[in-house]
């Protein structure tokens, strides 16, 4: 299915999770922030957030130093 991830068009598997998109993009979860349809998610709440087509999605990950770059 198509989703877009920071902006991007990408073909996910469908019936996915965001923890499970998380996962399989190898990201550490601790240092993540996610907005899925412009509200941001909890990290508790990730697996039970469900993606359909044509969702948004943004992973801003945090780095040292105060930075983030965007996944």
Known sequence: MEV???GKSQ?????ITLSELIA?????F??????????II???DLAQVKIKE??????VSFLGGGRCRIC
């Open 30 to 39: 601790q240092r993540i922030v996610i907005e899925h349809n412009l509200k």
């Open 11 to 15: 073909n996910i598997s469908e019936d």
């Open 42 to 44: 909890k990290k508790e």
């Open 54 to 59: 044509k969702d948004n999605i943004e992973i």
């Open 4 to 6: 877009k991830i920071n």
């Open 24 to 28: 399989q993009k190898g990201l550490n």
